[in-house]
Nanobody, 125 residues
Framework: QVRVMESGGGLVQAGGSLRLSCTSS??????MGWFRQAPGKEREVVSC????????YYVDSVKGRFTISRDNAKNTLTLQMNNLKPEDTAMYYC????????????????????WGQGTQVTVSS
């Protein structure tokens, strides 16, 4: 089981920054991803990282603005979000993921547990 807890969301103005964190006792053994869901939209992948942190993926809309990282010693996954835009407004979730790299995105693993509560990011214009 990978039970995750997300934190770090908030309300910021466009152009601002937030740093999201995800913690889980089992996180270090798995590829991980950040996903988001805006009201009325399907959940989408934002960024992925393989288990040792040397391979990453970003959806085109966040490239150059978001940075995913992990500290396996602390069982922590982080998403640094800079130059935020109103369209980044969503509930953000982390999850263990299936991720093969090679430019492909990742898909959330639901075999390891349910989604966490997420953390809300709201960007005002």
């Amino acid at each position: 089981q990978v039970r995750v807890m997300e934190s770090g969301g908030g309300l910021v103005q466009a152009g601002g920054s937030l740093r999201l964190s995800c913690t889980s006792s089992g996180l270090s053994a798995y590829d991980m991803g950040w996903f988001r869901q805006a009201p009325g939209k399907e959940r989408e992948v934002v960024s992925c990282v393989n288990w040792d942190g040397d391979t990453t993926y970003y959806v085109d809309s966040v490239k150059g603005r978001f940075t995913i990282s992990r500290d396996n010693a602390k069982n922590t996954l982080t998403l640094q979000m800079n130059n935020l835009k109103p369209e980044d407004t969503a509930m953000y979730y982390c999850s263990a993921a299936y991720y093969i790299g090679y430019g492909d995105n990742c898909t959330p693993r639901r075999d390891l547990g349910d989604w966490g509560q997420g953390t809300q990011v709201t960007v005002s214009s």
